[in-house]
């Protein structure tokens, strides 16, 4: 199925203007890369975040995940784009808490690795705001079923197609992304 959104186009524009590099990169995951997708160019831009809030919740809801009550990540990829849904979800009239996951707890206060509401019992849609390997993902996932969350959804606004979709799939989650290379004309 093809994940149409009437801001996706205007999102799309918006990346390839501010958050797409070209020339020789490494990344994170050590992977070189002719491009750099610097998503947070676009996350925390005053256009582009609303939108991305839009685009993701659109997602969700065409793919059956509406039934969540938080969204968030590892921090701090993912913190932009939950609280850009968080808004959106405010505008439309539904409550969808953020939350954020540090990528150890902390050793001091309240020693807690997942951030903001309670998410115990919680129905929880992870995020990302560029997957290459579906590590980020899946250290927020195991960090927020230690916390007792219940996992519905892993999903990415920009996927660099380089192998998160299966690990993440292979790990037992449902997998989506807003915005592929194709979208971008990376390929």
């Keep these: 199925m093809t994940f149409t959104s009437p801001n996706k186009p205007r999102l799309i524009q918006l990346i390839k203007e501010l958050a797409v590099v070209h020339g020789k990169v490494t990344l994170s995951s050590g992977i070189e890369a002719d491009y750099y997708v ?7 831009h005053h256009e582009a975040a609303p939108l991305i809030g839009q685009v993701m919740l659109d997602l969700l809801d065409q ?42 707890a902390k050793a001091h206060g309240m020693g807690r690795q997942v951030e ?28 927020l079923e230690e916390a007792g969350a219940i996992i519905v959804a892993v ?27 194709d979208d971008l004309e990376l390929r």
């Design 63 to 104: 793919n059956g995940i509406t039934d969540f009550d938080a969204i968030g990540g590892l921090t701090m990829g993912a913190d932009p784009v939950a609280t850009a849904v968080l808004h959106q979800a405010a505008n439309r009239n539904r409550s969808i808490d953020a939350f954020v996951v540090r990528k150890q």
């Design 116 to 143: 903001g509401p309670e998410v115990k019992g919680k129905k929880v849609v992870v995020v990302e705001d560029t997957s290459t390997t579906g590590g980020s993902p899946l250290t927020a996932a195991k960090a």
């Design 155 to 181: 999903a990415t606004v920009v996927d660099r197609d380089t192998g998160a979709q299966k690990v993440i799939e292979d790990a037992g989650y449902k997998y989506l992304t807003a915005v592929t290379l």
């Design 38 to 44: 610097d998503l947070r160019r676009a996350t925390l």
